[in-house]
């Protein structure tokens, strides 16, 4: 029963890593940007928050590092895409290939750091409680804010006057232009948001979820939150429980290993990836589904004189 309970602690922390990058993403697709680079700018937080937290021994000084990676280097993506009018697709595949690359030349001097000792957290009672304990109550703080984070983007974008005008300008720009918001700034301050909680997602990768720096340890998981928000839907909800069902999909191949079940460990590795493709495949079987969901304006440039 313990190794069950193992199973669904290690699930929610996997899943807090997708959580936080795909709800940014969602917040940057809500307003009609795309931003592929989420994977370079996850890896560029994580060495920022992981170097941070080597010289400070302050993990939270760590995160808001992260978030500044994050949220500069989207707001530099925001300004190309934005004001100067690149492809959004073909500027987010660059900044992802920066992001690897940059993070890899910044990191070796940190390859071989140790952070100091990690805290360990528990709800207090709740924490001590058999089985419930282990499984949702000793998990770091961020887990929690992941959970609080989709449920206030939830009122935000569906219930707050801010959240109906970020959802305006990604059906319709050209109408929130007539109507006097400023859709240009509107969408960088919502690609900037995104970038931050990218940030803070690579940054819990290197502090909490494997508390060393490697080079390339995003291992994709960029790419996944991206997915997964097409995924849910563009719903903040469904990115929770999608989130926590690809952590669960991952840590699976753990749980397995340490069952001794003979499965090739590639294969393991794998099972992420195409339940990613699988599910995606399913979703494309009904593309009107999509359709109806999806900001009308997203991927689209919209340039204000014209």
Same mark, same amino acid.
């Given at each position: ?8 602690? $290690? ?34 937080? !994580?060495?920022?928050?992981?170097? *941070? ?17 994050? !949220? ?8 190309? *895409? ?17 992001? *690897? ?14 952070? +100091? +000792? ?29 959970? !609080? ?23 319709? +720009? ?7 918001? $400023? ?7 919502? *690609? ?13 990768? $290197? ?17 996944? !939150? ?16 999608? #989130? ?51 900001? #009308? ?8 004189? $014209?």
């Amino acid at each position: 029963m313990e190794t069950y309970a193992l199973l669904v602690a $290690s699930t929610l922390n996997a899943g807090t890593v997708l959580a936080l990058a795909a709800l940014g993403l969602l917040i940057n697709e809500k307003s009609g940007i795309v931003n592929l680079g989420a994977e370079g700018m996850m890896l560029c937080a !994580a060495i920022a928050g992981f170097a *941070v937290v080597v010289h400070t021994g302050n993990d939270w000084l760590g995160f808001a590092a992260g978030m500044g990676a994050g !949220a500069l280097m989207a707001a530099i993506f925001g300004l190309l *895409v934005i004001w100067l009018g690149t492809n959004q697709y073909a500027t987010g595949l660059a900044l992802s290939l920066f992001g *690897v690359g940059f993070s890899a030349f910044a990191g070796i001097a940190y390859v071989q750091e140790k952070l +100091p +000792p990690r805290p360990h957290f528990s709800v207090p009672v709740l924490g001590d409680l058999p089985w419930i304990g282990t499984a949702m109550f000793r998990q770091h703080p961020l887990v929690y804010l992941a959970m !609080a984070l989709a449920a206030g983007l939830i009122w935000f974008l569906y219930k707050s006057r801010t959240g109906l005008v970020l959802r305006a300008v990604g059906e319709s +720009p050209e109408s929130a232009h007539a109507l006097g918001y $400023s859709v240009r700034r509107i969408r960088l301050a919502a *690609v900037v948001a995104g970038g931050a909680l990218c940030g803070l997602a690579g940054a819990y990768i $290197s502090i909490i979820y494997t508390p060393l720096w490697v080079e390339g340890m995003v291992a994709g998981k960029g790419w996944i !939150a991206l997915a997964l928000t097409t995924f849910a839907t563009w719903r903040p909800a469904r990115v929770l429980l999608g #989130a926590y069902l690809f952590g669960g999909v991952t840590m699976l191949q753990f749980h397995l290993q340490g069952m001794g079940v003979q499965i090739p460990s590639q294969a393991l590795s794998a099972m992420p990836y195409v339940a990613t493709i699988v599910v995606l495949a399913l979703i494309s079987r009904n593309p009107t589904w999509i359709r109806i969901n999806m900001p #009308a304006s997203l991927g689209k440039p919209f340039h204000p004189g $014209s």
